[in-house]
């Protein structure tokens, strides 16, 4: 009779079903006694997502190596149902201010008012650190040395992204010229490697189209409403 020594996936599964929280590669080697090695574990999770293809729930890699199971895209309908509150709605404010900072990050607040064309709502800033989307990781060295501001790893757990990589597109087939972008002098040389950059207002208005996704991707978590008037930025 197989046990589950003698089955280290069942092992695996079951951490994985179990836990409320994405689990390491490292993390699942200690529940394996550290028995197999890293390779081994990570081919064990690879057979695992084709064990669980074509079901409810799937195994995905998330935040650069971090694994949970969750559930498939078709699911969602029927998890509403189940689960028929609403989750927290954020303003436009609120998520054109994030979709600015991940696709252009790292941004200052000077750079999203340009962006945006309107004045940055400190209530939206807050927003974003409170639900540990955004982060400051330093300050351009200008004038008043601005905050950088980036999204973190548990934005890319929220979503179910492994990488800013996997962020869904809002630009047009074609990217407009680098130089459209450029914030500051010798930003558009320095990021140079980046890509699905925001461009200017006319772009933004594709975000409408993201808002519901990016909002069904999200666990509830109540933040209170953002009802802060915004003022056009001053030129």
Known sequence: ???????????????????????????????????????????????????????????????EGLWRFQSVPAMREVLRRLHPEEAPKYSRTVMETLAVIAYRQPVTRGDIEKIRGVSVNPNAIK????????????????????????????FLV???????????????????????????????QSEAQQSNRIGDRSVLHALDEEHARLENMIRPLDFGDDNAEEKPSEQ
């Open 158 to 188: 929220d979503l179910g992204l492994n990488s800013l990589q996997d962020l869904p597109s809002i630009g047009p087939e074609e990217e407009p010229p680098m130089e459209a972008f450029e914030l500051f002098e010798g930003q558009a």
């Open 1 to 63: 009779m197989t046990t589950l020594n003698d089955n280290p996936k069942w092992i695996l599964e079951g951490a994985l079903l179990t836990s409320d929280v994405p689990l390491s590669v490292m993390a699942l080697r200690d529940c394996l006694d550290k028995r197999y090695s890293k390779a081994e574990v990570l081919q064990f999770l690879a057979q695992l997502q084709q064990d669980w293809n074509g079901r409810a729930l799937e195994l995905r890699e998330v935040a």
């Open 127 to 154: 927003t974003l650190l409170d639900r540990n989307w955004i982060e400051v990781i330093g300050r351009r060295e200008t004038v008043g040395r601005p905050e950088l501001l980036a999204t973190t790893r548990q």
